[in-house]
C-alpha cells in the first residue's frame, strides 16, 4: 500500500475512490481495447525510445505501463505514478507477471513527485482528465523533472488547443507539434540541478 506521506489531503474523492478505480480497470483491462487503441502506437508518437527513463502520469491499472517498459527496453526506465493505491498495487502485479526489472510503482502526485529534478528523458501524461493538485502545479513539477531537451507528451482530453499550448509554455517547455491527439514540448535551456519535491526514496536508477 502507499505511504500516507505520498498522499495529498485534498486529493479528489472520485479519481481515489474504489468505483472510479473498478471503472478505469474494467476499461483498460478490456482484451478488446488494445485492438481500438494501440498501446505501443501511442508510445512511439509520444517519442518513447530505449534507453530512456520515463515518467507515466497517472497509470492507473497499467495499460501503458507494461509497453512503456517493454519500449524503453533494459537500459530504460519507468516511473509510473497514481494517487490510487489500488492502481499501483495492479501495476505491480502487473510487472511482476511480467517479471519486469525497469518500471518503478509509485503511490505519488504529479504535482510532488519526490523524483529527483532533471532525471526523467520524456513524461507522459494519456487520458487524464482530472488532475489531482492542477493542471498549474503538475506542469511546474515535470518542468522541474526533464532535463534539458526532455520531451512532455501530453494527449489532450478537453478544452482549448492554444489554452493548452500557452499554458505548458509558460513552464518553460515549446510547443514541437502533435501526433493525432498527443501534443508534444520539449525543455530548453541548461539544467541545473534542484532537490526532490517530496521523498520517496527512490531515484532514477
Not at 478488446?32 to 502520469?57: C, D, R, S, T, W
Not at 482530453?157 to 501526433?179: D, F, N, P, Q
Request: with cysteine; glycine share 12%; charged share 25%.
Amino acid at each position: 500500500m502507499c505511504s500516507r506521506s505520498n498522499r495529498f489531503k485534498d486529493r479528489d474523492r472520485l479519481e481515489t475512490s474504489d468505483i472510479a478505480y473498478w471503472t478505469i480497470r474494467v476499461m483498460h483491462d478490456n482484451p478488446i481495447l488494445p485492438l481500438v487503441k494501440n498501446p505501443y502506437k501511442l508510445l512511439k508518437a509520444a517519442g518513447l525510445e530505449q534507453g530512456q527513463k520515463v515518467l507515466e502520469v497517472g497509470c492507473g491499472p497499467g495499460f501503458f505501463t507494461v509497453p512503456a517498459a517493454e519500449t524503453v527496453g533494459d537500459e530504460g526506465h519507468v516511473y509510473a505514478i497514481d494517487i490510487h493505491p489500488r492502481a499501483v498495487e495492479r501495476v505491480k502485479k502487473k510487472i511482476e507477471k511480467k517479471g519486469l526489472k525497469n518500471v518503478s510503482a509509485l503511490c505519488a502526485n504529479a504535482s510532488g513527485t519526490g523524483l529527483p529534478g532533471g532525471s526523467i528523458d520524456l513524461a507522459f501524461v494519456f487520458g487524464l482528465r482530472h488532475i489531482t493538485g492542477g493542471l498549474k502545479n503538475m506542469l511546474t513539477e515535470l518542468s522541474r523533472l526533464l532535463k534539458s531537451g526532455g520531451i512532455l507528451s501530453f494527449e489532450k482530453t478537453k478544452g482549448s488547443e492554444a489554452a493548452l499550448i500557452e499554458e505548458v509554455e509558460r513552464k518553460g517547455l515549446t510547443y514541437t507539434g502533435k501526433k493525432g491527439r498527443i501534443f508534444l514540448f520539449q525543455k530548453k535551456g541548461l539544467f541545473l540541478s534542484l532537490p526532490t519535491s517530496r521523498s520517496t526514496g527512490v531515484g532514477p536508477r
